[in-house]
């Protein structure tokens, strides 16, 4: 007895109030877990929500496969919602983002420090084919040449999900094309000739590929750059020289045969014209010469040897308007004609002297 009497704490009130705190503690605490765990799981697919933006499409992966088949898997742009990872993982895909893919064969190795700065790394003495690449030309021609392909994903399912890695493949299509491409033309025409044709035999080339694999891309642009080896740039700017020289006599020789023949056009026209205006000027003159004889036929008729007589007073007339001396001879009696002597350059008159008055 006088051992409880000494340990007044263990007594049966104290032990149930005991209890009954701790139970309450638990019971606060287990609210406490429930309304973090309620947080957390609001939380958690809270965060499963996701915006899809007006120039893209996104694709669901449950545990890496997508969600739905062929286009309906594509998500458009607007708010979406998926179970956050790792159960569900979201891809966008930029449809309306160009995208650029740069060929790796052809060109020289150079860095992207001397690119910058518009310069060259030392020709050397030699190609070395371990560190530079080249193409080869229909005329068994070496050159260096480089391609840039611009272009958008047409189709997102085929460009991302068929392909292990669509980049590459797009650009192992390019490498295919200038390769290929170059060997179908000559050095002259890829370098000056027909630029803009190699240009445009590459991007049919390289659309060709890429539409045949069925890369899910569309095409927007491909821009071609090519330059003469540089242990020979010398060589090729002489026959450069020669041909710029060749073309401006060709051009020399054209113009002057266009002014030859402009100016032979113009005197041709000229002469042309003259005779026409005499042609015309002539056919007047008749067409006025028949009028007047047609006038004076009818007189004629009437009476040949009056109209005859006027006729000869008219141009005697005419004729002797402007002469000095006149002399009118009629016709004799007896109807012989009369003789007149005339004598012409007379010598001039002598002058009178005391010798002879």
């Given at each position: 007895?006088?051992?409880?009497?000494?340990?007044?704490?263990?007594?049966?009130?104290?032990q149930?109030?005991?209890?009954?705190a701790?139970?309450?503690a638990?019971?606060?605490?287990?609210?406490?877990?429930?309304?973090a765990?309620?947080?957390?799981v609001?939380?958690?697919?809270g965060s499963?929500?996701?915006?899809?933006?007006s120039s893209e499409?996104?694709?669901?992966?449950?545990?890496?496969?997508?969600?739905?088949?062929?286009?309906k898997?594509?998500?458009t742009?607007?708010?979406?919602?998926?179970?956050p990872?790792?159960i569900?993982?979201?891809?966008?895909?930029?449809?309306?983002?160009?995208?650029?893919?740069?060929?790796?064969?052809?060109?020289?190795?150079t860095?992207p420090e001397?690119?910058?700065?518009?310069?060259?790394?030392?020709?050397?003495?030699s190609?070395?084919p371990?560190?530079?690449?080249?193409?080869i030309?229909?005329?068994?021609?070496i050159?260096?040449?480089?391609?840039?392909l611009y272009?958008?994903?047409?189709?997102?399912?085929?460009y991302?999900?068929?392909?292990e890695?669509?980049?590459?493949?797009?650009?192992?299509?390019?490498?295919?094309?200038?390769i290929?491409?170059?060997?179908k033309?000559?050095?002259d025409?890829?370098?000056?000739?027909?630029v803009a044709?190699?240009q445009?035999?590459?991007?049919?080339?390289?659309?060709?590929?890429?539409?045949?694999?069925?890369?899910?891309?569309s095409i927007?642009?491909?821009?071609?750059?090519?330059?003469?080896?540089r242990?020979?740039?010398d060589?090729?700017?002489?026959?450069?020289?020669?041909?710029?020289?060749?073309?401006?006599?060709?051009?020399?020789?054209?113009s002057?045969?266009?002014?030859?023949?402009?100016e032979?056009?113009a005197q041709?026209?000229?002469?042309?014209?003259?005779?026409?205006?005499?042609?015309?000027?002539?056919?007047?003159s008749l067409?006025?010469?028949?009028?007047?004889?047609?006038a004076?036929?009818?007189n004629?008729?009437?009476?040949?040897?009056l109209?005859?007589?006027?006729?000869?007073?008219?141009v005697m007339?005419?004729?002797?308007t402007?002469?000095q001396?006149?002399?009118?001879?009629?016709?004799?009696?007896?109807?012989?004609?009369?003789?007149?002597?005339?004598q012409l350059?007379?010598?001039?008159?002598?002058?009178?002297?005391a010798a002879?008055p």
């Amino acid at each position: 007895m006088s051992h409880d009497h000494d340990h007044p704490d263990h007594s049966p009130e104290i032990q149930d109030a005991g209890s009954q705190a701790m139970a309450e503690a638990l019971k606060s605490s287990f609210a406490i877990v429930k309304v973090a765990m309620v947080l957390l799981v609001a939380v958690f697919f809270g965060s499963g929500f996701f915006q899809v933006g007006s120039s893209e499409k996104a694709v669901i992966l449950r545990f890496g496969k997508p969600v739905g088949e062929g286009q309906k898997a594509l998500l458009t742009a607007g708010l979406h919602w998926s179970f956050p990872y790792p159960i569900d993982e979201v891809v966008k895909i930029p449809i309306s983002e160009i995208q650029k893919v740069s060929s790796s064969v052809g060109w020289f190795l150079t860095t992207p420090e001397l690119e910058l700065a518009g310069t060259e790394p030392p020709a050397g003495p030699s190609l070395n084919p371990a560190i530079d690449s080249y193409a080869i030309t229909a005329d068994r021609n070496i050159i260096h040449t480089r391609a840039t392909l611009y272009f958008h994903i047409k189709d997102p399912i085929r460009y991302i999900f068929e392909f292990e890695n669509a980049s590459n493949s797009v650009q192992n299509a390019l490498n295919n094309a200038l390769i290929y491409t170059a060997a179908k033309f000559k050095v002259d025409d890829i370098l000056t000739r027909d630029v803009a044709g190699f240009q445009d035999a590459v991007q049919q080339r390289v659309t060709e590929l890429t539409d045949r694999e069925q890369f899910g891309i569309s095409i927007d642009q491909c821009q071609v750059q090519s330059m003469a080896p540089r242990q020979l740039k010398d060589v090729f700017a002489q026959v450069t020289t020669a041909r710029e020289n060749r073309n401006k006599l060709l051009n020399d020789a054209h113009s002057y045969e266009n002014k030859v023949l402009s100016e032979a056009g113009a005197q041709a026209s000229s002469i042309t014209n003259v005779a026409a205006s005499d042609r015309a000027r002539f056919v007047e003159s008749l067409t006025a010469e028949a009028k007047r004889f047609s006038a004076l036929q009818p007189n004629y008729e009437r009476n040949p040897g009056l109209f005859a007589q006027q006729q000869f007073v008219e141009v005697m007339g005419q004729v002797l308007t402007n002469v000095q001396d006149k002399i009118f001879l009629p016709e004799r009696a007896d109807g012989k004609p009369r003789e007149l002597r005339l004598q012409l350059n007379r010598e001039p008159p002598q002058p009178k002297t005391a010798a002879n008055p």
